[in-house]
């Protein structure tokens, strides 16, 4: 008999921004980030004037979670696509998600993770220890045959561990209650407060050219300070520049990244963005005082993850007759659904007002202004780790 298994996976940001240090061979989180930005790049390219927002590190973390379930050619696609080692990566993993949940960031990463399986369903011992011991994966039985009842304990659950950003991940329709056996759920909760912060009398209506070329009246906030900035260029020679804005905990940093030319479409820089990528931005930016003007604004985005997943390779997984998860259970199971639904919230200084106060510069001279007044992308990464914990493109805030 087939079985499925439909994998969710949600995360989250509320935000302000900071900064990160190269490492010579890319760190498991990286590599994760990589697959991640390679999904964001697919999503993308059918949504070239949409708000996209997606978190890396999160199909990074489903895949991680599902990995030692998966055996034969299913296991070999995932663990190529995530360029991870053979022996299972389970010690990094672990310490990675130690790393970036830790108090000592000072902004809040939430990252929860859960399987919620069919009541009575076999699952492999060593499945569920790995998962417990290197995700702290809660593991749930559900009846699934109630696919209503299901579906709310699971939303129940992702509303809880987002503080209610994400009230619902799945729908009752997406369980077909006579085959589900599990549903494994990866949610990111992430609210920085902004090193330097926006004052909120400064924010005002100015115009935004959005990606269709509409101009729209958006508040975008602004601050005279001094931030990380440097021009970059695609390997076409197209510039473009990036902005860094760091979080109060210095541990992470919001990069903004925007087409030097007005006419230079996102969608030509957005294909060359990896994580050496960014760890090589930081060779090419410096500290400069400007007047920084961006948009306020707040995006969500649901992504499907079958198809850009499978575009880079991880098909086997999605397959009712390929699908290998011998090490997950006795019983033939395929995944049968796997979205990321992600928000972010991008304020003047985060929910709560920061204390820290900020030296308020006089600029003799008249310094530069850089305006964020057109599509633009952001990525949200922590520096000890370089992992991408969100993405997007912005086209209209």
Known sequence: MKRLSLLCLCALVALHGHDGAPSPA???????????IQVFQQVVLSKPLENVVLS??????ILGMLLPGAHGETRKQVLSALRYKKNGPYRMLKKLHKTLTAKSNQDVVLIANAMFSQDGFPMEEAFVSANKANFQCAIRALDF??????AEEINEWVSNKTKGHIPSLIKADMLDSPLTRLVAVNAIYFK???KSRFQPENTKLRPFTGGNGDVYK????????VF????????????YKVIELPYHGNTITMLIVLPSEEDTPLSRVIPHISTAAVQGWSKLMSMRKVRLLIPKFTADAEVDL???LSALGITDMFSEDKADFK?????PVHVSKALQKAKIVVNEDGTKAAAATTAILLARSSPPWVTVDRPFLFLIRHKPTGTVLFMGQINQP
Do not use: C
């Not at 890396?56 to 973390?61: D, E, I, K, L, Y």
């Not at 045959?145 to 299901?150: E, T, V």
């Not at 958006?218 to 300070?225: A, D, E, N, T």
């Open 56 to 61: 890396p590190h999160g199909v990074a973390s």
């Open 327 to 331: 090490h997950l259970s006795a019983e």
């Open 218 to 225: 958006v508040p975008m906030m602004s601050q005279l300070s």
């Open 26 to 36: 890319p760190s498991y989180g990286e590599r994760g980030s990589d697959l991640g």
């Open 192 to 194: 920085g407060l902004w």
């Open 306 to 308: 079958e198809a850009p």
């Open 145 to 150: 045959s109630d696919s209503h009842g299901a």
């Open 228 to 239: 990380r900035i440097g021009i970059a260029s695609t390997p076409q020679g197209l510039k």
